[in-house]
């Protein structure tokens, strides 16, 4: 027998990423729009798959795609970009501007892939703890500057916290240094301040976005970003050929033409989480964290375990997400549909009596 192959240093060492995907009454644990796809949508989405000649290689330039992109921003073409989710964007960003000898800061608590990402592309990362309410405050811009980082990663609305950063420490981070500041707004339809509005004079910032949760497309594995010019040129040199199959593209193009319907399912998400802020406020002692975004970060009452909690729950058939190894003994759930937070707030209601 010939000896086995060994992977990288440090791959064995690490955990695969995975999300529980369980059949259960309420999936309120990855933030995804609990609401089906629009039928007009589903219609223009079958139709435009029908006509794709598959034969051939897909439009490697994401022409048309972007094109919808630019036109939905008023962002210019050349600066915009698409992939598959805004994790091979932040993936493509880190393997340009990242890199062995690079240096990536954050802000924790924040998106576990924001780091791990960095590990991916062998980017060393600056971890800044920021404490309740998580505020990127102009003490933690001069923390994360001082370490003179080449990448700086800022999540607005921030997950796991839900909280919207202030555009002006982006602008601060921007004009500070000559890092590439990331900001990712995967939950910006939701609430807070876009920090789109800077890319124009600040061009080493660059804004990442999802079709994956106001658009209800997580299936499909959409997102993209908002740059100069000059970084979408550097994303055209890492990036695969022909990364985005032509199916994604029209899935892409049919959604955002049908963006209006899309988001006309907004209101109704940010009232279940408002509500769910507001129900667990009420409860004695659980402390509920306020939210931009379409999730509510809280912990039970002091003495009760997050992960005992979490699995009561799921006992029955809420399933929410454990994220007390970021924010001590803290849950975060899905604003989902009307009858799901019911579902969540009997049952929790139960579990904490
Ligand atoms: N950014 C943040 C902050 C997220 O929470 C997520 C998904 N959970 C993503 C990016 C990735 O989204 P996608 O790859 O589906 O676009």
Redesign the pocket.
């Known amino acids: 027998m010939s000896p086995a192959a060994q992977p990288r240093p440090g791959v064995r060492d690490v955990e695969p990423y995975v999300s529980p995907q369980l059949e259960v009454v309420a999936r309120l644990n ?2 995804e729009c609990p609401h089906p796809l629009p039928q007009d949508f589903s219609d223009a989405l079958a139709g435009a798959v029908r006509d794709l000649p598959l034969n051939r290689y897909p439009d490697g330039q994401m022409t048309r795609l972007r094109e919808e992109v630019a036109a939905h921003h008023g962002h210019p073409f050349e600066g915009t970009w698409t992939a598959n ?3 091979e964007i932040l993936t493509e960003l880190l393997l340009a501007y990242g890199g062995p000898g690079q240096r990536a800061a954050i802000f924790e608590p924040t ?1 576990l ?1 924001h780091s791990r990402l960095s590990w991916l592309t062998h980017t060393a990362v600056i971890a800044h703890r920021l404490e309740d309410p998580f505020i990127i405050n102009e003490h933690a811009v001069e923390q994360a500057l001082a370490d003179e980082p080449d990448v700086v990663f800022v ?1 607005s609305p921030n ?1 796991p916290t839900g909280n919207a950063q202030p555009v002006e420490a982006v602008a601060e981070l921007a004009h500070a240094s000559s890092a590439l500041i990331v900001v ?1 707004e ?2 910006i339809e939701f609430g807070g301040e876009s920090a789109l509005k800077l890319v124009a004079d600040h061009p080493n910032v660059v804004v990442t976005r ?1 079709l ?1 949760k106001a658009f209800a497309l ?1 299936g499909a ?1 959409i ?1 993209y970003c908002l740059a100069a010019p000059e970084v979408v040129r550097d994303l055209q040199r890492v990036r695969l050929p022909y990364h985005m199959s032509a199916l994604t593209q029209a899935a892409g193009i049919a959604a955002l033409r049908h963006a209006g319907e899309a988001t006309a399912m907004l209101g109704a998400i940010r009232a279940q989480r408002d509500r769910i802020v507001d129900r667990l406020s009420a409860m004695p002692r659980v402390t509920a964290y306020p939210s931009d975004a379409n999730f509510v970060l809280f912990t039970p009452p002091p003495g009760r375990d997050a992960a005992e909690v979490w699995q009561a729950l799921l006992d029955r058939g809420v399933l929410i997400r454990d994220l007390s190894s970021l924010v001590s003994r803290a849950l975060r759930v899905t604003a989902g549909t009307e009858d799901e937070i019911t579902q969540f707030l009997d049952a929790l209601t139960e579990v904490l009596t």
Do not use: H
């Open positions: 990855t933030n989710g805004s994790n998106y892939l999540c997950n990712d995967a939950y999802t994956s997580a594995r997102g």
